[in-house]
T-cell receptor, first 111, second 118 residues
Framework: QKEVEQNSGPLSVPEGAIASLNCTYS??????FFWYRQYSGKSPELIMF????GDKEDGRFTAQLNKASQYVSLLIRDSQPSDSATYLC???????????FGTGTRLQVFP | ETGVTQTPRHLVMGMTNKKSLKCEQH?????MYWYKQSAKKPLELMFV???????ENNSVPSRFSPECPNSSHLFLHLHTLQPEDSALYLC?????????????????FGDGTRLSIL
């Protein structure tokens, strides 16, 4: 059974701080890694995706991938109250269209 | 037009009813997906269609019947559902079949249909 693990949280950080969200996965063949943000009562919204080991930056967001450790993370710099949401990690099953999602980490950014 | 549109947004139905959920994507994608999201559970893939052909049925009960008449439209036909089928049903689309590429193209989600079974 392929799995994606995330700490459910809540992760509470003050406004302006860096939020660090982590995800581990079990399928060594996974090639594609996605981070989605989901506000309460809304659908998931794509934040970042990463395919290669290392860091990928987009604005205040940085995705970090370490395939050897089967670990992917999302850093949010200068966190804002509007970043308060559940962050879903998704990983593909090798050589398929299937994505396996984690249960998500709830982030709370307080003023 | 928003990228992926789902209708209806909310649906309440009895266990003996038949209804359909509709999804339409305006992104020019050729892969479409149905997901189920229940409280406290991860998003659960139900079906995958690539170029109108079903490529994945994730052990979904036959009371859920998908239909994909073309690359832009996807339906989920519902009949004799159970109370445990109450959930948020999400449709997604992506650009391409992921196999053989550097990586899978991102999936973009619609707003979902909140389904309640009485």
């Amino acid at each position: 059974q392929k799995e994606v693990e995330q700490n459910s949280g809540p992760l509470s950080v003050p406004e302006g701080a860096i939020a660090s969200l982590n995800c581990t996965y079990s399928d060594r063949g996974s090639q594609s890694f996605f981070w989605y943000r989901q506000y309460s009562g809304k659908s998931p919204e794509l934040i970042m995706f990463i395919y290669s080991n290392g860091d990928k930056e987009d604005g205040r967001f940085t995705a970090q991938l370490n395939k050897a450790s089967q670990y992917v993370s999302l850093l949010i710099r200068d966190s804002q109250p509007s970043d308060s949401a559940t962050y879903l990690c998704a990983v593909n099953v090798w050589n398929t269209d299937k994505l396996i999602f984690g249960t998500g980490t709830r982030l709370q950014v307080f003023p | 037009e928003t990228g992926v549109t789902q209708t209806p947004r909310h649906l309440v139905m009895g266990m003996t009813n038949k209804k359909s959920l509709k999804c339409e994507q305006h992104l020019g994608h050729n892969a479409m997906y149905w997901y189920k999201q229940s409280a406290k559970k991860p998003l659960e893939l139900m079906f995958v269609y690539n170029f109108k052909e079903q490529t994945e049925n994730n052990s979904v009960p036959s009371r859920f019947s998908p239909e994909c008449p073309n690359s832009s439209h996807l339906f989920l036909h519902l009949h004799t559902l159970q109370p445990e089928d109450s959930a948020l049903y999400l449709c997604a689309s992506s650009q391409d079949h992921g196999t053989g590429r550097e990586g899978n193209q991102p999936q973009h989600f619609g707003d979902g249909t909140r389904l309640s079974i009485l």
